[in-house]
């Protein structure tokens, strides 16, 4: 369906599917891309941070540790805000659904639409949990307010799973079938939910949004810990996300192994297009960067390593693999460049990480501290934005390199687009991009303005903090 960042070839000259397509196409695409590259960077902390805030305050609660309790206090507060964001940003992007692939939802609405219904009613109630666990700070018992929000983590990655399974089904149709005057017949919703594309799908960006928000709330202080402030609240602020982080990156090489190993067998074009494989065969060497050239089906520069890609794939170096020249220009994904080198930057950072990862677990074995070392502590702080760009990367290999289907090898992404016009879709296009650099400046702002008022405030004592849970008022205080 969505994600054409860009019209152009290497060499300029303009994709020539793109001219034959609808003028409409492109903004919807770019309207699209827009609005999931925006709304992903909350979608983690909505998922993840409720997860930390929960274990900071069980840690606080079972250790009577006042640091841990603010901390849970404080990411509580942002885990509000930054869910306040996502959903408005996750509005516009269901209204999109429907408004900008017309064709998709008016022919597929039946089959894939129930994940969309069981996500509305999932978002609600984590709105209602998320609301409770933060007015219920000092308001009611420590361990009862603990429990009431020990169920936000659990509604949060439903929501994930129900989202998941929508775009896993264009990936993977199944649920349904097509007659002879090419009408749905024999929908099966459940069916649809549970496509095969799902386990690996969801498992692959579940453990991405724990990673994303980890290591970004870890950076956060990090960069504290850089600038002097080793005491213990910024200390705990490092060694709770970092270890969960830091955990979960070998598990994410394992799942993403499996999720690529996956693709191979499912979709061998978008695989071609991840490793771009040019010619079909065994031996298949294991491409990093380079320049693929449509024109002459080839890949310019790069580094080369012999056989890697078939042993990957199939455990062999002996693995036949499809290349893309087996397959019509006009079935290639819309830019293959843009899939390999996405698919190069998100396992390039992954290596990264599970470096970082190694280190800090040897340090913390033997010192059980933070690690000193300076370059050690500069990763880290850049750890949550490297884990950021390889979220991204991965929505793009998934979304262009499913291109040119919106469903995959059912229905083309030009026979789903409105037939809207292109101008009115580029001031469509115009109108979101001002509305999420708002959002984001106000996101911002409002998160520096936190920051900074925990940093003015006793890490023991944020009663008085503007952003911080207020102290019940007591009646007699009234009445006088």
């Not at 034959?20 to 770019?30: D, G, N, S, V």
């Not at 579940?206 to 002097?228: H, N, P």
């Not at 799942?255 to 065994?282: N, W, Y």
């Not at 911002?444 to 023991?460: G, I, N, P, Q």
Request: cysteine-free.
């Amino acid at each position: 369906m969505r994600w054409e960042l860009t019209a152009l070839t290497h060499r300029g000259a303009v994709n020539p599917d793109l001219l034959a397509a609808p003028a409409q196409l492109l903004p919807a695409r770019e309207q699209m891309a827009l609005t999931l590259m925006f709304h992903i960077v909350f979608v983690p902390f909505g998922i993840a941070l409720p997860t930390l805030m929960l274990i900071a305050n069980y840690k606080g609660l079972k250790r009577n540790d006042t640091v841990a309790l603010t901390l849970a206090r404080r990411w509580s507060h942002a885990a509000g805000l930054t869910f306040a964001v996502g959903a408005a940003s996750g509005t516009v992007l269901s209204f999109e659904m429907g408004l900008l692939w017309p064709g998709l939802t008016g022919r597929f609405g039946e089959v894939f639409g129930l994940p969309f219904a069981i996500e509305g009613v999932l978002f609600f109630l984590e709105a209602i949990l998320v609301a409770v666990y933060i007015y219920g700070w000092r308001r009611v018992k420590p361990w009862t307010h603990f429990w009431l929000g020990l169920p936000i983590p659990f509604v949060a990655i439903g929501g994930a799973f129900s989202i998941i399974s929508a775009n896993a089904w264009m990936n993977q149709p199944t649920g349904f079938e097509i007659d002879a005057n090419g009408q749905i017949t024999n929908v099966d919703p459940i069916q649809a939910i549970f496509n095969d594309a799902l386990p690996y799908e969801f498992a692959h960006f579940l453990v991405a949004a724990y990673m994303a928000a980890a290591f970004t709330v870890a950076s956060i202080y990090v960069v504290g810990w850089l600038k002097g402030r080793r005491d213990r609240y910024h200390r705990l602020g490092i060694l709770i996300p970092l270890t969960i982080g830091a955990v979960l990156v070998p598990v994410q090489f394992v799942v993403g192994d499996l999720t690529a190993v996956a693709v191979f067998k499912d979709q061998p074009v978008k695989f071609a297009a991840m490793e771009a494989v040019t010619t079909s065969g065994a031996h298949q060497p294991e491409v990093l960067f380079g320049r693929y050239d449509s024109a002459t089906n080839t890949v310019d520069g790069g580094i080369s390593i012999p056989g890697l890609n078939s042993w990957l794939a199939g455990g062999s170096t002996s693995t036949y693999v499809q290349g893309l020249d087996q397959v019509p220009a006009e079935d290639r994904p819309s830019n293959v460049n843009i899939v390999h080198w996405a698919f190069d930057v998100m396992v390039g950072i992954g290596t990264v990480l599970m470096l970082l990862s190694l280190w800090f677990g040897l340090a913390y074995w033997r010192k059980r501290d933070v690690p000193d070392n300076r370059l050690f502590l500069w990763f880290a702080a850049s750890a949550g934005v490297l884990t950021y760009i390889a979220v991204e990367a991965g929505w793009i290999v998934t979304e262009v390199g499913r291109q040119p289907w919106i469903v995959y090898n059912i229905m083309r992404t030009e026979d789903a687009v409105t037939a809207t016009g292109a101008g009115t879709l580029w001031i469509s296009f115009t109108a979101i991009a001002v509305l999420y650099l708002s959002l984001a400046v106000g996101t911002v702002t409002v998160l520096r303005a936190m920051s900074r008022r925990w940093r003015d405030t006793d890490h023991t004592d944020d009663d008085l903090a503007v952003y911080g849970p207020r102290p019940a008022i007591d009646d007699t205080e009234v009445l006088r």
